[in-house]
Antibody, heavy 118, light 110 residues
Framework: EVQLVESGGGLAQPGGSLRLSCEVS????????MNWVRQAPGKGLEWISY????????YYADSVRGRFTVSRDNVKNSLYLQMNSLRGADTAVYFC???????????WGQGVLVTVSS | QSVLTQPSSASGTPGQRVTISCSWT????????VSWYQQLPGTAPKLLIY???QRPSGVPDRFSGSKSATSASLVISGLQSEDENHYFC???????????FGGGTKVTVL
């Protein structure tokens, strides 16, 4: 069974930092590209970051570029999102996701809440 | 402003057919496949349609998808009460080099 489990969310102050983790099981993690997607309260889904299977290619949404960094550890089967210079607009549920445009393997974690507030 | 445009709401009575559109104005989507998700906000989205018109196993056949050059559609044939939910389209954008999502459509069963 495929499982993606996020952790590391919580309350952060504006300008602060948080690091999210996503532990993956049920498939060969090192073979697949991964993504982070977020959903602000009452809003739609927003893709924020992509990382290739080997970790050497990363893409970011304009809203987080320069502040967030995606990484992965293919030995630990884990995906990470380092979030710096946090803003109120970053308040959202953050999902890690395997999204393959060419087939049905679209797997999502349960999400983790990040709240940025003083 | 989402790259993919969806109506914010749709509704129907049980048994009716409901169509949700997803449109774009740039060539960024091109021939890339469109996916559709059902989601209770704040929870993990559930894949309903991939590769424009393919249903994963376990998804009822009352859900169907289609795609043209500048739009895609999700059709719910024979609307049921449990279909009351939020629906999102998604695709890979070659120019943005990222996934783009529609703003979401809330379906209400009257």
């Amino acid at each position: 069974e495929v499982q993606l489990v996020e952790s590391g969310g919580g309350l952060a102050q504006p300008g602060g930092s948080l690091r999210l983790s996503c532990e993956v099981s049920g498939f060969t993690f090192s073979s697949y590209e991964m993504n982070w997607v977020r959903q602000a309260p009452g809003k739609g889904l927003e893709w924020i970051s992509y990382i290739s299977s080997s970790g050497n290619i990363m893409y970011y949404a304009d809203s987080v570029r320069g502040r967030f960094t995606v990484s992965r550890d293919n030995v630990k089967n884990s995906l990470y999102l380092q979030m710096n210079s946090l803003r109120g607009a970053d308040t959202a549920v953050y999902f890690c996701a395997r999204l393959l445009s060419y087939d049905s393997r679209h797997d999502w974690g349960q999400g983790v809440l990040v709240t940025v507030s003083s | 402003q989402s790259v993919l445009t969806q109506p914010s709401s749709a509704s129907g009575t049980p048994g009716q057919r409901v169509t949700i559109s997803c449109s774009w104005t740039t060539a960024n989507i091109g021939t890339n496949a469109v996916s559709w998700y059902q989601q209770l906000p704040g929870t993990a989205p559930k894949l309903l349609i991939y590769l424009n018109d393919q249903r994963p196993s376990g998804v009822p056949d009352r859900f169907s998808g289609s795609k043209s050059a500048t739009s895609a559609s999700l059709v719910i044939s024979g609307l049921q009460s449990e279909d009351e939910n939020h629906y999102f389209c998604a695709a890979w954008d070659d120019s943005l080099r990222g996934w783009v999502f529609g703003g979401g459509t809330k379906v209400t069963v009257l």
